[in-house]
């Protein structure tokens, strides 16, 4: 421990008298101790002589030790050169007396002088620690109260107290773990309030001794200081990603990783929503709900205050509050169908969709239609949101003549819907079917040759249009559709020439324009016979004798590959021009190819000549009409 010279120090002896030429010792100077006066902690005390006497001057010094109770414990003589020694006091603690005085070499005394010597190495009971309750806020200063302990002090008393701060490294308040100098107390007196200032967020920890007079420092005794210098996390729940249709539910939550947020009265944590600058929602502890309605955008505040008293309320400079905004829009937009049709687009409708607020959808919204005067539902169109703008097509053609009306449904971004049905100039959305000037369409067939003629009734021929000739193939067909097109001539006429193939039901439509309706002439119907050839192997037939041999094919163009597999084949025969009378029926193969033998046996035969066919009646699937051969001419012989 270092040591330092107090300021006055008490006279170990008292001053004796100045010394001239010849006189008495006691006139040498005087003799005094090492802060004398003080308490020492340490038995060897320091003694000085001030100023040292001239040669020829006193040539020792007597000293008496006396105990507290005032007994003579020893007398020793020094050579002044032997004053500055230290002197050792018993080590009981205690305020010993010194008594002292210069004798010169015939015996002659000064003065006497006493003075007390003050010893005492006990170390005082720990202090009693009161560090502040709770939480301290980080920005304000933490105190520490501290108090005597209850026991009784050492002989030296107690000087007063010292202090560290740690965050748990296990610091000591003073240099040496026993001893305290005066530059180390922090606390003077028995007992008192010290500052520690600002402490860093957390626990801290504070380790206090007391100090004895003597400088003894006391076991150490430890205190926690915990400190919140952070405002509380606050997450808002329920914010509309968008705008809302209603009233909107907000939910403020607030967690607090130091002081916490539990509920504690009206001082401690509470959570809170301001909404457009209003006062404030509270709630205590870590969770607030409020409702914000009416359309229009609405500013949010919301903060919490921990339990060291932290808060974001943008008040007396603390920071400011957490913000959002809600957007809300409950009425629904103005809907109106724009002015008269365009002439040159009259199955075009087209719907305004204005709001105020969140503005016009953009993904949103239909036009429907139904007849004019009935109370059923509107039927959807394909509509197209512009914008600002609904945006169909009615195709007209696919509706019966009348009149029908329109509704347009329009929504807003916050989803509210709106309807309506008369156009921007107040007029009731009606049209009158046929919208576009209607057209006819004639077709005829002949053979695989379909000729027609598009007009408009009372104006003339119409040329220059593509007309569609479908042919719907009968079941079986390969492929079962196909269409052509062709234009119209100058006077409005068309023709086209069939492909080969299977029976089938043949239509010509026009699809009509923007303002020519469309039509379809009536579906003529093409058979087309099965195709079969038939050969024999002669051309006369013995009777008795070899058989005749018939072979023959059946055509399939446009027939799927399997359709012939199986197909019935009758073979009929006749005299002259009697009826044909069938005699074996057989199949043909994959390719249509078949095949029998045929024997005359009949006597009757001979010198007759008969005709011979093949005949197919088709079956289910068999895209083709019944047909027969050529007759084949054989005489039997």
């Known amino acids: 421990m270092s040591r330092r010279w107090p300021q006055s120090l008490a006279a170990l002896l008292a ?29 060897d005390f320091e003694l000085e002589w001030q100023p040292l006497p001239p040669p020829g001057q006193p040539r020792e010094a007597v000293l008496r030790l006396y105990d507290p109770q005032g007994n003579l414990l020893r007398t020793l003589s020094r050579p002044l050169g032997d004053l500055l020694d230290p002197f050792k006091v018993p080590p009981q603690p205690g305020a010993y007396s010194l008594e002292g005085w210069l004798q010169d070499e015939a015996g002659g005394q000064g003065p006497h002088a006493t003075a007390t010597l003050r010893f005492d190495d006990t170390a ?24 005597a302990a209850s026991t009784p002090p050492p002989l030296a008393g107690v ?19 026993s001893r305290c100098g005066a530059g180390e107390i922090d606390l003077t007196g028995a007992s008192g309030s010290v500052s520690l200032g600002t402490l860093p967020e957390g626990v801290n920890f504070v380790r206090a001794v007391a100090v004895s007079g003597a400088g003894v420092a006391s076991a150490v005794e430890t205190a926690e200081v915990r400190v919140d210098g952070s405002a509380p996390l606050v997450s808002l729940h329920g914010v509309p990603a968008a705008w809302s249709d209603g009233p909107v539910k907000l939910t403020a939550l607030a967690t607090d990783p130091l002081s916490g947020m539990a509920a504690a009265g009206y001082l401690g944590p509470l959570t809170a929503i301001a909404v457009d600058g209003a006062p404030a929602r509270r709630a205590l502890g870590d969770t607030v709900t409020t ?10 505040e919301y903060f919490a205050r921990d339990a060291a008293g932290n808060v974001a309320d943008g008040r007396a400079g603390r920071p400011q509050p957490a913000k959002a905004t809600v ?6 937009p103005a809907v109106a169908f724009a002015g008269a049709q365009d002439p040159a687009e009259p199955e075009r409708l087209e719907a305004l969709v204005a709001d105020s607020l969140s503005g016009p959808s953009p993904d949103r919204g239909w036009i429907g239609v139904r007849p004019a005067g009935t109370y059923g539902r509107f039927e959807q169109l394909p509509t197209q949101v512009a914008e600002s703008r609904l945006v169909a097509r009615w195709d007209s053609d696919s509706y019966p003549p009348g009149s029908y009306e329109f509704l347009a449904t329009g929504f807003d971004a916050a989803g509210n819907a709106g309807g309506g049905t008369n156009r921007t100039s107040g007029t009731k959305m009606v049209l009158a079917n046929p919208l576009k000037t209607p057209v006819q369409l004639a077709a005829r067939l002949s053979h695989r040759r379909l000729a027609g003629r598009l007009r408009q009734p009372g104006a003339g021929p119409i040329a220059g249009r593509e007309i569609a000739v479908t042919e719907t193939f009968a079941p079986g067909a390969r492929p079962s559709r196909r269409t052509s097109f062709v234009r119209t001539r ?15 039901e043949v239509v010509a439509a026009f699809a009509g324009t923007r303002t020519l309706t469309r039509a379809a002439s009536e579906s003529a119907r093409l058979e087309v016979p099965t195709k079969i050839g038939l050969r024999a192997s002669a051309a006369s037939a013995r009777v008795g004798g070899a058989p005749v041999v018939f072979r023959g094919k059946v055509g399939a163009a446009g027939t799927e590959p399997a359709a012939l597999a199986g197909l019935p ?30 024997r005359f046996s009949d006597d009757d035969s001979r010198g007759v000549s008969f005709q011979f066919r093949a005949h197919v009646k088709g079956r289910e699937g068999w895209p083709f009409e019944p047909g027969a051969s050529r007759p084949v001419l054989i005489t039997g012989r």
Do not use: K, M, N
């Open 15 to 43: 001053t004796l008298a100045a010394l001239g030429p010849g006189s008495s010792p006691a006139s040498a100077g005087e003799l005094r101790a090492v802060e004398e006066g003080a308490w020492h902690a340490e038995r």
């Open 327 to 332: 957007r809300i829009d409950e009425d629904p």
């Open 291 to 300: 409702s914000v309605s009416g359309s229009g955008i609405h500013e949010i």
């Open 159 to 177: 000087r007063g107290y010292a202090v560290s701060v740690d965050r748990g490294s296990g610091s000591s308040p003073c240099a040496s773990p």
């Open 490 to 504: 100058a006077d409005g006429s068309f023709q086209v020439r069939l492909a080969p193939g299977p029976s089938r």
């Open 569 to 598: 084949v009758e073979l009929q025969f006749r005299f002259r021009s009697g009826r044909w009378s069938e005699f074996r029926t057989v199949e043909a193969d994959r390719r249509g190819r078949f095949r029998y033998a045929y």
């Open 124 to 147: 005082p009971p720990p202090p009693a620690l009161r560090p502040p309750a709770g939480w301290v806020l980080g920005v304000e200063p933490a105190g520490l109260e501290i108090e």
